[in-house]
């Protein structure tokens, strides 16, 4: 994905002038040649992210579309009073792009971990949240969104989908059934889908998670009121969109344990470790449909 973030977002900063690019230390190398086209649009300015919030929150003051982008734990949990005031609070836009998600820098440890980048975003009032499912995914939301006086937050993975789904407002149906549906949100689509593969389920797919109204729309117009939300950060996180539905469905929430992960190796092995791979996933959604 973030290859897709690199080439979208270069093509957009030459065409839109108030777009401007401030980096954390982090993808430097894959700007380089667009730095040196609008040096004065596109600023690395190292391991400093409160202070790059707050100067990004200056340059929106004046007519700019900042985009900042980092790890998701610098550019989320570090920053987030920054967040809060400099662009909540002041009704600014900005763009927040992080890479890593959950534990993609899992050889690094709990200091780049960051499961809870999600449910912090969505307690900004008035902000939006994707969660791209794959690249052709994140290359659509951002060609649209981006340019958008809106304040976002986009989450990029390295363990993103191989599906093209052409999503409507963050939400597409991708398969129908009757016993219940299993809402995947963002990359987890493709294990949900080999994970229910025989089961009676409806399973749609979720990245833009500020549309819950949408998506509580689509899930009282199906027939079973089981729904099983398939989540790639801490559990729960999205429990808030669901909590109307409290006295017509039964909703149960599959996502990464509320703990920390005391230990190392590769992404796909922490996903494991933490039940979130695919026969993990089908064992879950059998006992919560059988």
């Known amino acids: 994905m973030r290859k897709v973030f690199q080439e979208v977002t270069s093509r957009l900063i030459d065409s839109h002038l108030n777009l401007h690019l401030l980096l954390g230390d982090i993808g430097v190398h894959g700007f380089s040649e667009i730095m040196n086209k609008h040096p004065n649009r596109i600023l690395n300015l190292g391991i400093l ?7 990004a929150a200056g340059l929106a003051s004046r007519g700019a579309i900042p985009i900042v982008h980092s790890i998701a734990p610098f550019i989320v949990e570090r920053p987030l009073e920054q967040i809060k005031l400099d662009f909540g ?10 890479v890593g998600a959950s534990f993609d820098y899992a050889k690094l440890g709990a200091t780049h971990h960051c499961p809870a980048d999600v449910e912090i975003f969505l ?25 958008k006086l809106s304040l976002s937050y986009f989450r990029l993975t390295e363990l993103g989908s191989e599906i093209e789904i052409r999503h409507v407002n963050g939400i597409a149906k991708v398969r129908h059934g009757f016993k219940g ?26 990245t833009g ?34 909590a109307c539905l409290a006295h017509d469905f039964f909703v149960r929430h ?28 089908r064992e879950k959604i059998l006992s919560y449909t059988s």
Request: hydrophobic share 40%.
């Open 49 to 55: 992210e409160q202070a790059m919030v707050g100067f």
């Open 209 to 242: 998670l500020h549309n819950g109204p949408e998506l509580i729309g689509s899930l009282q117009s199906e027939l079973s009121r089981n729904v099983i939300v398939i989540e790639p950060f801490y559990q729960g996180g999205t429990a808030s969109t669901f």
């Open 89 to 98: 609070y002041q009704g600014l836009p900005g763009k927040f792009v992080s």
């Open 123 to 147: 307690s900004i009032p008035g902000a939006e949240v994707w969660v791209p499912a794959g690249n052709r995914d994140l290359e659509s939301v951002l060609e649209v969104e981006l340019p």
């Open 254 to 281: 599959i996502g990464i344990p509320r703990e920390y992960i005391h230990r190392y190796g590769s992404p796909t092995e922490l996903k494991e470790f933490v039940g979130m791979d695919e026969q993990s996933l």
């Open 181 to 206: 549906i299993c809402v995947a949100i963002g990359p987890t689509i493709d294990d949900v889908l080999r994970a229910t593969e025989g089961l009676d389920l409806s399973v749609i797919s979720w």
